[in-house]
């Protein structure tokens, strides 16, 4: 099935650190979704981004809506030892609303205290 | 908030028995509910779209007959694998759309499948 490229595919950085995870696609999408897995869990929902160029922040997370409506990114800032997960980032298709989400392949973060 | 109760969290079956996860959406009607499929340190790949009264749409490449979708309520969607074998094994994962909500997209928890 259709999936966004997302990248990196795994970070390990130091507690403190920011950091910064990005998904593109070839398709237009009408909405951008950033979530949060842990182990055995379903996914949580971070940031919700619904305008091209709209930028969102959610505490230490922040996110764009790229202008082109193919790509958006999240940061974290300061990283702390529960940021530890896998991020997805999920777009929904335009045009049509069929509500399907598309799924990038994950961001696996860790963070060393 | 939206609240979406996945069940069970866990289960084990024998090669060639059926098993149902139940996705259940606790404090809102959902006309539309999706089931995933997860695989170890993979994405989420949807499997079917469940709609309520109707038959589910399913992704390609994914067989109606083996995993069957019942969505008979406003709060309620199952799925069924049947003649479950090894390959099934994964995790499942099933999302409530909550068309009152600004966001319509709940999760549940969850289904660590096991097929033995």
């Known amino acids: 099935g259709q999936q966004l490229n997302q990248s990196p595919q795994s970070m390990f950085i130091q507690e403190g650190e920011d950091v910064s995870m990005n998904c593109t696609s070839s398709?237009?999408?009408?909405?951008w979704l950033w979530y949060k897995q842990d182990p055995g869990e379903g996914p949580v929902l971070l940031i919700a981004?619904?305008?091209?160029?709209e930028l969102t922040s959610n505490g230490r997370l922040t996110a764009q809506f790229g202008i082109t409506r193919k790509d958006s990114f999240l940061n974290i800032s300061a990283s702390i030892p529960s940021d530890v997960g896998i991020y997805f980032c999920?777009?929904?298709?335009?045009?049509?609303?069929?509500?399907?989400?598309?799924f990038g392949q994950g961001t696996t973060l860790q963070v060393k205290p | 908030g939206a609240v979406v109760s996945q069940h069970p969290s866990r289960v084990i079956c024998k090669s060639g028995t059926s098993v149902k996860i139940e996705c259940r959406s606790l404090?809102?009607?959902?006309?539309?509910m999706f089931w995933y499929r997860q695989f170890p340190k993979q994405s989420l790949m949807l499997m079917a779209t469940?709609?309520?009264?109707?038959?589910?749409?399913?992704e390609q490449g994914v067989e109606k007959d083996k995993f069957l979708i019942n969505h008979a309520s406003l709060t309620l969607s199952t799925l069924t694998v049947t003649s479950a074998h090894p390959e099934d094994s994964s995790f499942y994962i099933c999302?409530?759309?909550?068309?009152?909500?600004?966001?319509?997209?709940?999760f549940g928890s969850g289904t660590r499948l096991t097929v033995v």
């Open positions: 981004l619904y305008k091209a160029g």
């Open positions: 404090d809102f009607q959902a006309t539309t």
């Open positions: 469940s709609n309520e009264g109707s038959k589910a749409t399913y």
């Open positions: 999920a777009g929904q298709l335009f045009p049509g609303n069929t509500g399907k989400l598309i």
């Open positions: 398709s237009i999408f009408n909405t």
């Open positions: 999302s409530a759309r909550n068309n009152r909500a600004s966001y319509g997209y709940t």
